[in-house]
């Protein structure tokens, strides 16, 4: 049987018009294959959508005065926080029982941490701090990716 056989049992459900997964079974192959690669992109994607919020070189978050976010949006970004830290646990699950992905699980739980931060932001509305924390997620993400997926993918 062969790896990719074997290596997935997962629920997958839709959600911004892109496949995430949740619930996975499976250890290196399926975080590195699916998960990871998915998360670059949903990351990207945030970012974009919070592209206006970015720090100019040279100035930092508390110097900008911008407006919170309305209630409807700092609700979607919310939902969306919540969906990312169960798909960083469901990872940190499928890698637990796998003493090769040891060194990813460092950088998974401070994505983990990252996330509800980002929660936090959101849940003030703001924007600012929002994006500075995705750019943090994304920098754990890549430093778990690195960690456990060279010879996985």
């Given at each position: 049987?062969?790896?990719?056989?074997?290596?997935?049992?997962?629920?997958?459900?839709?959600?911004?018009?892109?496949?995430?997964?949740?619930?996975?079974?499976?250890?290196?192959?399926?975080?590195?294959?699916?998960?990871l690669p998915s998360w670059r992109a949903e990351l990207a994607a945030?970012?974009?959508?919070?592209?206006?919020?970015?720090?100019?070189?040279?100035?930092?978050?508390?110097?900008?005065?911008r407006d919170p976010l309305p209630e409807p949006e700092r609700e979607i970004w919310r939902d969306?926080?919540?969906?990312?830290?169960?798909q960083v646990q469901d990872a940190m699950d499928a890698l637990k029982s796998h003493p090769e992905a040891e060194a990813a699980r460092p950088h998974l739980s401070?994505?983990?941490d990252e996330v509800v931060a980002f929660f936090g932001f959101a849940a003030k509305g703001d924007g600012v701090r929002m994006r500075l924390s995705l750019d943090r997620l994304e920098?754990?993400?890549g430093l778990a990716s690195r960690s456990v997926c060279s010879g996985a993918e």
């Open positions: 049987m062969g790896s990719r056989t074997r290596a997935i049992v997962c629920l997958v459900w839709v959600s911004a018009g892109g496949a995430l997964l949740a619930g996975c079974k499976g250890g290196p192959e399926a975080v590195c294959g699916r998960e945030a970012q974009g959508q919070l592209q206006g919020f970015s720090v100019p070189e040279g100035r930092s978050p508390a110097s900008l005065r969306w926080a919540e969906d990312r830290l169960e401070r994505a983990a920098t754990a993400v």
